[in-house]
Nanobody, 112 residues
Framework: QAQLVESGGGLVQPGGSLRLSCAAS????????MGWYRQAPGKQRELVAI???????NYADSVKGRFTISRDNAKNTVYLQMNSLRPEDTAVYYC??????WGQGTQVTVSS
């Protein structure tokens, strides 16, 4: 049974940084594209970043140049480094595999 477990969320001031992690189990991690989505209150869930099994990346325009997605296949983990955070980045962040597995989400709040 596949399981994705996110960690690293929290409260940070505008301009600050956070690093999210997503540990996967029950899947052959290296074979699948992995991604991060987010959902703010009252808004639809949106794609933030995705990384293919080969390491190619793609980002939402709103986070380009500020966020970096990476993966460590030896650790079955995908990361999202978030820099220069803004209040509008406040959301629940979800880890995703293109098997359609989802994590439980981790809250990121950007506020002074």
């Amino acid at each position: 049974q596949a399981q994705l477990v996110e960690s690293g969320g929290g409260l940070v001031q505008p301009g600050g940084s956070l690093r999210l992690s997503c540990a996967a189990s029950g899947i052959i991690f290296r074979l699948y594209a992995m991604g991060w989505y987010r959902q703010a209150p009252g808004k639809q869930r949106e794609l933030v970043a995705i990384i293919t099994s080969g390491g190619s990346t793609n980002y939402a325009d709103s986070v380009k140049g500020r966020f970096t997605i990476s993966r460590d296949n030896a650790k079955n983990t995908v990361y999202l480094q978030m820099n220069s955070l803004r209040p509008e980045d406040t959301a629940v962040y979800y880890c995703y595999s293109n098997r359609n597995d989802w994590g439980q989400g981790t809250q990121v709040t950007v506020s002074s």
